[in-house]
């Protein structure tokens, strides 16, 4: 039995074999690939593309989604071990992963940082508890790291860009007024490297700089194909000749809980928005977003609705990426 919790994880033969399936699914959308099978679909945050994508994808091909909640009347769950559950908490994960398991045949898990204390939240206990408990494949629907949403990236770039070694992949920061999870940007370092892209990160000071496990790891799969990881706070360097530019926020891990004295940071960086200026340093290059994204804040109007953003294509590819890797843990 596999998981699906990072593509770190996984071969890059098998991500691109999920991606060329996810591609056959997209010319061909239906099939009985999860005929009979169910997969509970467990939402501790907010969801639109995930959720739906996730519920659509299994139906397609013949299974069935169980939408799991708090506000939607599950339990609250205790996912410390060896702890006296005398608080709000009335079921332990083990249990719940344990019993969910008898009843499907996989369990996605949606579950941010609690933005409290980085060394906490980057241990990804809830993810990694019923990856622990749970007798059936764990698929990530987003933590610390968002897994699914970068193999859709990957297929949307290869749909317009062929082979995608040697391309310069520039992730960039960009303005947000809240501090944001940091898992988009965690996954997109390494999955450009991973599929042979020159990462690019581009943040606006050393505090922004992600994870060193991401950090770490982009570094040793770009090393493997030839590359390095250029970390920069030089906008007209980072967009220079880029292929890709893929926009994201977040929030320095240094002020991690502590937000208030970042915040000045983070005004004072407004001018990171993607807009048309800086795509002309590129090399014609593709732009998306992981979507939701505020307009005019993180990028342009003009840079958004223009023919080289493939964020609906990506979004789109959500729906075919998730259908493959379910396909792959239970087909």
Same mark, same amino acid.
């Given at each position: 039995?596999? /998981?699906?919790?990072?593509?770190?994880?996984?071969?890059?033969?098998?991500?691109?074999?999920?991606? =060329?399936?996810?591609?056959?699914?997209?010319?061909?959308?239906?099939?009985?690939?999860?005929?009979?099978?169910?997969?509970?679909?467990? %939402?501790?945050?907010?969801?639109?593309?995930?959720? *739906?994508?996730?519920? +659509?994808?299994?139906?397609?091909?013949?299974? /069935?989604?169980?939408?799991?909640?708090?506000?939607?009347?599950?339990?609250?769950?205790?996912?410390?071990?060896?702890?006296?559950?005398?608080? =709000?908490?009335?079921?332990?994960?083990?249990?719940?992963?344990? +019993?969910?398991?008898?009843?499907?045949?996989?369990?996605?898990?949606?579950?941010?940082?609690? %933005?409290?204390?980085?060394?906490? =939240?980057?241990?990804?206990?809830?993810?990694?508890? %019923?990856?622990?408990?749970?007798?059936?494949?764990?698929?990530?629907?987003?933590?610390?790291?968002?897994?699914?949403?970068?193999?859709?990236?990957?297929? $949307?770039?290869?749909?317009?860009?062929?082979?995608?070694?040697?391309?310069?992949?520039?992730?960039?920061?960009?303005?947000?007024?809240?501090?944001?999870?940091?898992?988009?940007?965690?996954?997109?370092?390494?999955?450009? $490297?991973?599929?042979?892209?020159?990462?690019?990160?581009?943040?606006?000071?050393? #505090?922004?700089?992600?994870? #060193?496990?991401?950090?770490?790891?982009?570094?040793? #799969?770009? $090393?493997?194909?030839?590359?390095?990881?250029?970390? *920069?706070?030089?906008?007209?360097?980072?967009?220079?000749?880029?292929?890709?530019?893929?926009?994201?926020?977040?929030?320095?891990?240094?002020?991690?809980?502590?937000?208030?004295?970042?915040?000045?940071?983070?005004?004072?960086?407004?001018?990171?928005?993607?807009?048309?200026?800086?795509?002309?340093? *590129?090399?014609? $290059?593709?732009?998306?977003?992981?979507?939701?994204?505020?307009?005019?804040?993180?990028?342009?109007?003009?840079?958004? =609705?223009?023919?080289?953003?493939?964020?609906? #294509?990506?979004?789109?590819?959500?729906?075919?990426?998730?259908?493959?890797?379910?396909?792959?843990?239970?087909?």
């Amino acid at each position: 039995m596999k /998981h699906f919790l990072n593509t770190a994880d996984w071969a890059l033969e098998d991500l691109q074999a999920m991606i =060329d399936d996810a591609r056959a699914m997209k010319a061909s959308p239906l099939g009985d690939a999860l005929k009979d099978k169910t997969i509970a679909l467990l %939402f501790l945050n907010n969801s639109l593309r995930t959720r *739906t994508s996730f519920d +659509v994808g299994a139906r397609q091909l013949g299974g /069935h989604a169980v939408v799991l909640s708090p506000s939607g009347g599950m339990w609250p769950l205790e996912f410390e071990d060896g702890v006296v559950m005398d608080g =709000d908490a009335e079921e332990h994960v083990k249990e719940a992963a344990k +019993v969910l398991s008898r009843y499907c045949d996989m369990i996605g898990i949606r579950a941010f940082p609690k %933005f409290v204390d980085w060394q906490e =939240d980057r241990q990804d206990k809830i993810l990694n508890a %019923f990856a622990k408990y749970a007798d059936v494949p764990v698929v990530n629907m987003e933590t610390i790291t968002h897994p699914c949403q970068e193999m859709a990236h990957v297929m $949307a770039l290869q749909e317009r860009l062929g082979d995608l070694k040697g391309k310069k992949f520039v992730l960039t920061w960009t303005y947000h007024p809240k501090p944001l999870n940091t898992a988009v940007a965690n996954s997109a370092l390494m999955i450009a $490297a991973k599929f042979g892209m020159k990462p690019t990160l581009l943040c606006p000071t050393e #505090d922004y700089v992600l994870d #060193d496990r991401y950090v770490e790891q982009a570094c040793k #799969d770009a $090393a493997a194909n030839g590359y390095g990881v250029n970390i *920069t706070h030089d906008i007209k360097e980072a967009y220079e000749d880029a292929d890709v530019v893929y926009a994201k926020s977040w929030g320095a891990l240094p002020y991690f809980g502590n937000w208030e004295p970042e915040k000045p940071i983070r005004d004072a960086h407004k001018h990171f928005i993607v807009d048309e200026e800086k795509m002309a340093k *590129t090399n014609n $290059a593709l732009v998306s977003h992981c979507l939701p994204m505020r307009r005019n804040v993180k990028m342009t109007d003009a840079v958004f =609705d223009s023919a080289n953003c493939i964020a609906y #294509d990506e979004a789109e590819n959500r729906l075919h990426v998730q259908k493959a890797i379910m396909k792959a843990l239970v087909g």
